[in-house]
């Protein structure tokens, strides 16, 4: 009795907790939960706090500083006039402060480069986390539709076994009558069995597929989930636009804000060997006071300004070597932005081309499938009608299962090359 309500417990917690799900919430949940997204929206968030005219340097400085001395001293003085003094023991005070600002006027417009450069990481760091976004729905609808297509086999399956049994039915009505012997029924059985068995391990896979579709939205491995769906291609991709789109890439669009981050960088270390000019203002107090000596108290006060220049003369041709250094990261970016140009090029043109193939050969396989299934049938009535033998019956069968498993890959091979497709143009999700 206990072992009966343990069952119906798990029975009702499964049907409860089972829980289906779409591909835009599997895409939600994904976006909302993976750890390189968040990441990447940490560093946007740092890059837009530290683009600011304050971190490039463009803002006074102020600081101020206070000291007070307490001293306990011996004196011993002899002046011109005669007068000696010597105390021991006597105390001092010394009691200094200050507050002062400084202003950078001029250093090559360093500043200017430096403030457009942090605006350019800001904007750079906002493309890869698109990319980041981008590769994680593509991610999301390869495993989502790895599902869809491993559940589109078991209708396949739950087909066929369905026919094994009518043919089963057949055998044995007329095994009855004396027109069908062991061997049919036999290698009958074997077959709806072997069927039955393969139907065992598809659920297996699927079950599979489930763990690693939940561990990708970073879910509970063990959830109950139900995905109902199929398989529909998008049949109107062009090629002149997915290769128009790649400049509109996140990536593409990064390498082209490194660009311009070496350019800025090269600004800035030209800037090096360009004199600056900075202004100093700010307000000093001072105060000095002792018990014992010729000088009991001295006090000064007051505001002052200076403005300082510094030329930079010679240091071992050290800021001519940055600038040639900065010069070759910018020629490095433009090649990297060259090369990953074709290689995405080359690539949409080889994944387009599968797309176009198998897009043609999907509705060739759609009229086979069908074809197969009417084949079935037709077989099924022969061998009723003792027309045709088992062995054409079993062909008949495994022919329409080729069918259905050939007809599944390639909707499934199209929607791989559609996802990958859009995905280069930067238009996945739209």
Do not use: C
């Amino acid at each position: 009795m206990r072992n009966f309500f343990n069952l119906l417990l798990i029975l009702i917690t499964s049907s409860t907790y089972a829980q289906q799900i779409s591909l835009p919430d599997a895409i939600n949940i994904a976006l909302k939960n993976n750890f390189d997204i968040q990441i990447a929206k940490n560093t946007v968030t740092i890059n837009s706090i530290n683009n600011h005219i304050g971190i490039a340097g463009g803002l006074p400085t102020v600081s101020a500083t206070i000291s007070d001395q307490e001293s306990m001293i011996g004196i011993n003085q002899k002046l011109n006039t005669g007068v000696t003094i010597n105390r021991s023991g006597a105390t001092s005070n010394n009691l200094t402060a200050n507050i002062t600002g400084t202003m950078l006027l001029y250093n090559g417009n360093r500043v200017i480069a430096t403030k457009n450069k942090l605006a350019e990481l800001q904007k750079q760091s906002e493309q890869l986390l698109n990319a980041k976004i981008q590769n994680t729905i593509a991610d999301v609808m390869v495993k989502y539709y790895d599902i869809v297509k491993q559940q589109s086999y078991i209708k396949t399956l739950e087909l066929a076994i369905e026919l094994s049994r009518k043919q089963l039915e057949l055998v044995e009505a007329q095994k009855a009558v004396g027109m069908a012997n062991n061997a049919d029924l036999f290698q009958t059985e074997i077959a709806l069995n072997t069927r039955i068995q393969d139907l065992k391990l598809q659920q297996l896979i699927i079950n599979q597929a489930k763990t690693d579709f939940l561990n990708l939205l970073n879910l509970n491995p063990d959830s109950l989930i139900v995905i109902n769906d199929t398989i529909i291609n998008d049949q109107h991709i062009l090629l002149d636009d997915v290769l128009n789109g790649i400049h509109q890439n996140p990536l593409i669009i990064s390498l082209e804000q490194q660009i311009k981050i070496n350019q800025l960088v090269e600004k800035e270390t030209a800037a090096l060997s360009i004199p600056s000019v900075r202004t100093n203002a700010g307000f000093n107090y001072g105060r000095n006071q002792a018990s014992a000596g010729q000088l009991l108290l001295n006090q000064s006060y007051g505001p002052f300004i200076n403005i300082g220049v510094s030329i930079p003369i010679y240091n071992g041709s050290s800021f001519k070597r940055q600038k040639q250094v900065a010069t070759i990261n910018t020629n490095n970016a433009k090649l990297q932005k060259e090369s990953s140009v074709a290689g995405f090029k080359s690539n949409t043109i080889k994944t387009y081309q599968a797309y176009a193939a198998n897009l043609e050969m999907a509705s060739t396989q759609q009229n086979t499938y069908n074809i197969s299934a009417q084949l079935v049938n037709l077989v099924l009535q022969r061998y009723q009608l003792s027309q045709a033998t088992i062995l054409e019956l079993q062909e008949a069968l495994r022919s329409f299962e080729s069918a259905g498993y050939r007809l599944t890959n390639l909707l499934y091979t199209i929607k791989l090359s559609e996802i990958e497709l859009k995905r280069i143009s930067g238009k996945l999700g739209l």
